[in-house]
T-cell receptor
Framework: DSGVTQTPKHLITATGQRVTLRCSPR?????VYWYQQSLDQGLQFLIQ???????AKGNILERFSAQQFPDLHSELNLSSLELGDSALYFC??????????????FGPGTRLLVL | AQSVTQPDIHITVSEGASLELRCNYS??????LFWYVQSPGQGLQLLLK??????LVQGIKGFEAEFKRSQSSFNLRKPSVHWSDAAEYFC????????????FGQGTTLQVKP
């Protein structure tokens, strides 16, 4: 158990809908990362938040947004869902800003299926 | 462009045999290098990482990896594979400072034959 929790574990929804994925980082960790794992794209970095502020952005679609709250939990919002958004979404956390070989601890993921 | 290549999508080894998983990277500067393992239905767990110093790093579960700068490689090895090692293995690179953006390879699925 990494100490990172993600809810829900599974999510089934329809195209065009909007969903919210939630992540609670390990106690004391200030950074939260979101990754998408799909069959065609592999494991891709989406976005990083550090202590409530956006720190780095990857290949995140405009239909997707995220935020980190004062209690440091994070939410990833996916809207106007398409079939291709079906994937496993991971949240990870780390103590600091990341980089310098800082270990990221991964949650179990949320599996999203868009029908 | 920054990228990580794991040439072997799928590898099958017999239990007790040795294992080597390959990883090559392309990065502007010497990155930090990681190996993660993903068991079915689980998140990713860090096996080991390299940031400086000795190019042979030891990790958990009996794994080790060797960094070869001249070959831009960071191959993962284990002398004797156990059935519980069956999983998907990911090599990743990350920056030396600034952010924690990791770039992952496509992964190698390891199957262990009894």
């Amino acid at each position: 158990d990494s100490g990172v929790t993600q809810t829900p574990k599974h999510l089934i929804t329809a195209t065009g809908q909007r969903v919210t994925l939630r992540c609670s980082p390990r106690s004391g960790d200030l950074s939260v990362y979101w990754y998408q794992q799909s069959l065609d794209q592999g494991l891709q970095f989406l976005i990083q938040y550090y202590n409530g502020e956006e720190r780095a952005k990857g290949n995140i679609l405009e239909r997707f947004s995220a935020q980190q709250f004062p209690d440091l939990h994070s939410e990833l919002n996916l809207s106007s869902l398409e079939l291709g958004d079906s994937a496993l979404y991971f949240c990870a956390s780390s103590v600091g800003l990341g980089g310098a070989g800082e270990t990221q601890y991964f949650g179990p993921g949320t599996r999203l299926l868009v029908l | 462009a920054q990228s990580v290549t794991q040439p072997d999508i799928h590898i099958t080894v017999s239990e007790g045999a040795s294992l080597e998983l390959r990883c090559n990277y392309s990065y502007g500067a010497t990155p930090y290098l990681f190996w993660y393992v993903q068991s079915p239905g689980q998140g990713l767990q860090l096996l080991l990482k390299y940031f400086s110093g000795d190019t042979l790093v030891q990790g958990i579960k009996g794994f080790e990896a060797e960094f070869k700068r001249s070959q831009s490689s960071f191959n993962l090895r284990k002398p004797s594979v156990h059935w519980s090692d069956a999983a998907e293995y990911f090599c990743a690179v990350g920056p030396r400072s600034g952010t924690g953006k990791l770039i992952f390879g496509q992964g190698t699925t390891l199957q262990v034959k009894p």
